[in-house]
């Protein structure tokens, strides 16, 4: 199949199911800490579909909460506790799209996330690369999205002053995915 194969959308995205491809894609996160430096972590588990069709499209992920990786076992272990993710009681992040749009080379897409049963609207921005003709004849395409949530939002409430003021942990949290999409 060459990139010509594929229709785009009245929006100018590429029409089809686009499925994730795992190996070359991520989620994460990053968060002010102790006012000094970014604390970053990411998510191993997780998946996401982009399905486009003439006049619309829609992006749908799932993150398995408990796949969180940072550099120390102890802060993974508070993480994935009630006062973070409670990890036992809420498995799993969920966004799904309400609308996807170009702005020249931005993509936008705005839909509701839901962490430990809060959902509140989120627009993230990026970039579409693609449609490309990879290795093994097989199509794709990458998407790169960011937002910033307020974590206090959902749930994730946890903090400690610093002895001269501020906290040890930012509210504002910068969520990262790079998705390698597969048409399938």
Avoid: C
């Avoid at 070359?24 to 998510?43: C, I, L, N, Y």
């Avoid at 909460?65 to 006062?83: F, I, R, W």
């Avoid at 702005?103 to 990026?126: A, F, M, Q, W, Y």
């Avoid at 097989?138 to 610093?162: H, S």
């Amino acid at each position: 199949m060459s990139v010509t194969d594929v229709a785009l959308s009245s929006t100018g995205l590429p029409v089809g199911t686009w499925k994730l491809d795992p190996t070359h894609s991520s989620a994460s996160f990053a968060v002010k800490h102790m006012g000094v430096s970014t604390f970053r972590g990411r998510f191993e588990q997780f998946d996401a579909t982009l399905t486009i069709d003439e006049d619309s499209a829609q992006l749908a992920g799932t993150v398995e909460a408990s796949s969180l990786v940072v550099k120390d076992e102890n802060l993974q272990a508070h993480l994935g506790s009630p006062e973070f993710f409670d990890l036992e009681r809420y498995p799993q992040i969920t966004f799904q799209s309400d609308s996807i749009r170009r702005e020249g080379d931005e993509l936008i897409i705005d839909g509701p996330l839901t962490i430990k049963d809060h959902t509140h609207p989120v627009e993230s921005r990026g970039t579409i690369a693609g449609p490309a003709v990879t290795l093994g004849d097989v199509t794709k395409l990458g998407i790169t999205l960011e937002t910033v949530v307020d974590r206090t939002e959902y749930g994730l409430n946890w903090n400690a002053p610093l002895p001269r003021g501020g906290f040890a942990v930012a509210n504002d949290v910068k969520l990262t995915v790079e998705l390698e999409l597969v048409l399938s």
